[in-house]
């Protein structure tokens, strides 16, 4: 039988683990990547001989060799796709497609980052674009960062659907009480409304708590190919189908300000899982700001477009509301080292396999969620990668 008239083979995440996060001084971004790849592979329980793939991004001077020769691995499949915080959903959709192919048996994804550490040691400072060469050069004079951008956007949205500061405040209230559940959050404290509203302006209409908060820390995912499940140490969770999709550069080239490009990746993500949104039990979305929540439920289909703001009230997306969303406190609340895309892969994986503790969620008859979601974002919306999980 030729290679192109084999069965796709099924793949699934064997392992998954955080590295120390939060406020961690001392370890290397290097370290970090190496404890959370030891703490995914004793978690998945197969030997490290089967890891033939490896995925980085964002460390090493070529990444993901620098990274790939830290762990001591060798592997005859890598990417080093950098799509900002979409890039591990992107990664995992490749990894996926080329454990399926047969080109791998076992792909190891990890990253860690140190961003909190090194901006108080002062080994970097904060950035205020990515970059002023190419299309960029045009906006980057008139001081359009990054997070103005965002602000933007959601400023669009509010125009548009009459989408109020209160709605969008909620986004962060419900990532932190989600976060007062999770022992590991960095931020755990409960906050209103009110906080949200009194906070210092950093970019209209954002304050401090609109934002994403800066920490160090890693983690790792471990897929692997379905030959390999009857020697790992859990229940596996399956890849059901992926998604990925790129809009554009600059904010002039962006059509619709209110669009993110998850409306494509999850569209094609939901389509190839043959799934519904309505049958997911959580989701798991990119939170740099409370404007990227609300805009991605409505582009993956959680409510019509511009319903957003209503969706988002009256404790929807708590860990035991109508969709639990950023069941961990998300990067809002909980950690954010910079490209937080693979959080979003484990903590669908933990509460999958009914390892999230206090801040596990529940379906109605009792049992653990089937079906979760996990949609990253990149650069200012220009990217996105969504994963669709069962068990």
């Not at 979409?86 to 497609?97: I, K, L, N, Q, R």
Request: glycine letters at 12%.
């Amino acid at each position: 039988m030729s290679p192109s008239q084999r069965t796709p083979r099924k793949v699934a995440v064997a392992g998954i683990a955080h590295s120390d996060c939060g406020r961690v001084e001392g370890p290397t971004a290097y370290a970090l990547h190496a404890q959370a790849a030891r703490r995914a592979l004793a978690d998945s329980g197969l030997d490290r001989s089967v890891i033939d793939g490896f995925a980085s991004a964002g460390l090493g001077t070529l990444a993901p060799i620098d990274v790939a020769a830290h762990l001591g691995l060798r592997p005859t499949w890598v990417d080093s796709t950098s799509v900002g915080g979409a890039t591990w959903e992107v990664m995992a959709a490749h990894a996926t497609d080329a454990i399926a192919a047969g080109h791998a048996d076992a792909v190891l994804l990890v990253y860690g980052s140190t961003a909190r550490a090194d901006i108080r040691a002062g080994r970097r400072t904060a950035n205020l674009s990515f970059g002023s060469g190419g299309p960029s050069q045009f906006e980057v004079p008139y001081g359009h960062t990054l997070i103005a951008k965002y602000a933007m956007a959601a400023r669009r949205h509010m125009h548009e659907y009459g989408t109020t500061l209160e709605q969008l405040a909620e986004v962060a209230v419900q990532a932190r009480a989600n976060a007062s559940r999770n022992p590991d959050a960095m931020f755990r404290e409960p906050i209103t409304v009110d906080d949200v509203l009194s906070g210092p302006l950093i970019a209209d209409p954002f304050t401090k708590l609109h934002c994403c908060i800066r920490s160090d820390g890693g983690c790792a995912v471990l897929l692997a190919a379905e030959d390999l499940v009857p020697d790992t140490a859990k229940t596996p969770v399956w890849v059901l189908g992926t998604g990925e999709h790129v809009s554009h550069t600059t904010m002039s080239d962006w059509t619709d300000f209110t669009v993110s490009p998850a409306a494509v990746s999850g569209r094609l993500a939901f389509e190839r899982a043959g799934v519904r949104p309505q049958d997911i039990d959580i989701a798991e979305i990119y939170d740099a700001f409370t404007y990227m929540t609300l805009v991605t439920l409505e582009d993956l289909g959680f409510c019509a477009k511009g319903e957003g703001g209503a969706f988002v009230e009256k404790g929807r997306l708590l860990w035991d509301g109508e969709l639990p969303v950023n069941t961990d406190g998300g990067g809002l609340s909980a950690c954010h080292p910079g490209m937080r895309g693979l959080f979003l892969l484990v903590e669908a994986v933990r509460q999958l396999r009914g390892e999230a503790g206090d801040h596990q969620v529940l379906r109605a008859d009792g049992n653990v969620p089937e079906l979760a979601v996990a949609s990253g974002t990149g650069g200012w919306f220009c990217s996105s990668g969504t994963v669709v999980l069962g068990r």
